[in-house]
Structure formats: C-alpha cells, structure tokens
C-alpha cells in the first residue's frame, strides 16, 4: 500500500483534457513540493513536473501540475496516444526522511 | 548528456547476496545526491535508499534497513547498493536516479535504465 494515494487508471480520448490526482498528508504533501513522474511501457520513469508545477526543458506545456493542501494534480490537456503510461506522484515525506510514491495511475487514450 | 548505467542485476537464491552498480557520467558526480528506487513486477515505484553527495549520511526504507546498503565511490563515479539476505519480495527492477533540490523541495531529474533482481530457488 502506498503513501500517497492516485486512483488506480484513467482514461481520455484524443484532443481533450484529463486530470489525475494525489492525495497525502502532512508530513509529505502538506510540508514540501510535489513532483509527477511519466513511466511509459517498459521504460524507466521520467520527471514530467517538479515542484508542484515547474516543467523539465522539453516537457510540452500541456503537462501542468498544482498542489493544495495535502493534495496534488496532474493535468493533461489536448491528450495525445503517445500519452498512454503510468503516471507516479512523488513528494518528501519528513517523517520517513525519504520519498514516497504514489500507486500509480495508468492512463488510456481511448 | 547526463546518463546513468545500472549493472549487477540478475537471478539469486533466497538469503543470497547481489551488489548493484550505477555508473554515471556528463555530469559532476560528487556533487549530487543519489537514490536507490526498486519497481516489483506489475506494481508502482518504492524508494530504496539514498546517498548525499559524499557518502556521509546514508538512509533506507524500513523493509531493506539492516540488508542493504548504500555506497558511492566518487573517483569512480559510481553508485552502488550491496543487498544481502535477499528474500522474494526483493524481486524487482532496481533504478539509480539522481536528485536534485534541497530541503524537502527534492525531486530525481535523470533516472538510468534499471537492472532486474530476481530472488528464487
């Protein structure tokens, strides 16, 4: 069982916009900055947003990201095919002086 | 290019040990901290164990504490974890990331390509 908590799958089709969220608690979330990570089939993950809402050089800005309380979100806008992975929501947990990980939440481009 | 090698990976029996190296290059090694994160067949990311940039202060999840340990040899410009006693729910594909930010406010900007430990008899 995971720290944070991301509803297990999602789904969109082409063109339109979807949200995945995350939910922790105050010794993670609540205390520090939020971070997505992209896992597409059979690769390694990829940072997609850090600190809550800042994106790598190269991601596209249809990748955003916001926080509010202990919870966090992912929002992807104009979905694409190529966006089918597995998308992990990470943060700092203080009491565990490590990371914590969501489960996951795959997404499919219907 | 940032890029990070991981090796060692492979089949081990249970109570076994494995050392998993990660190789890194095209950035200033020493300067960074570093984590173990582990993903089991079919499931999501677990956190391992991480390094800070000189080696001095080490951390680890409560289910490797005590059976794994975290190293860096910054001559070489590797990273390596040393498991021992592994057990089945050890299984998993191991990645090295390296981490970037200070203070809570961290997160693992490049990630290697991962090696896959396999704990059966």
């Known amino acids: 069982q995971s720290v944070l908590t991301q509803s297990p799958s999602a789904s969109g089709t082409p063109g339109l916009r979807v949200t995945i969220s995350c939910s922790g608690s105050?010794?993670?979330?609540?205390?520090?900055?939020v971070n997505w990570y992209q896992q597409l089939p059979g690769t390694a993950p990829k940072l997609l947003i850090y600190?809550?809402?800042q994106r790598p050089s190269g991601v596209p800005d249809r990748f955003s990201g916001s926080k509010s309380g202990t919870s966090a979100s992912l929002a992807i806008s104009g979905l694409q095919s190529e966006d089918e992975a597995d998308y992990y929501c990470a943060a700092w947990d203080d009491s565990l002086n490590g990371p914590v990980f969501g489960g996951g939440t795959k997404l499919t481009v219907l | 290019e940032v890029q990070l090698v991981e090796s060692g990976g492979g089949l081990v029996q249970p109570g076994g040990s494995l050392r998993l190296s990660c190789a890194a290059s095209?950035?200033?090694?020493?300067?960074?901290?570093m984590l173990w994160v582990r993903q089991a067949p079919g499931k999501g990311l677990v956190w391992v164990s991480h390094i800070d940039s000189d080696g001095s202060f080490t951390n680890y999840a409560n289910s490797v504490k005590g059976r794994f340990t975290i190293s860096r040899d910054n001559a070489k410009n590797t990273l390596y974890l040393q498991m021992n006693s592994l057990r089945g729910e050890d299984t998993a594909v191991y990645y090295c990331a390296r981490v970037q930010g200070y203070g809570g406010q961290y997160y693992f900007d490049h990630w290697g390509q991962g090696t896959l430990v396999t704990v059966s008899s």
């Open positions: 600190n809550n809402h």
């Open positions: 105050s010794s993670n979330i609540g205390s520090n900055t």
């Open positions: 095209g950035f200033t090694f020493s300067s960074y901290w």
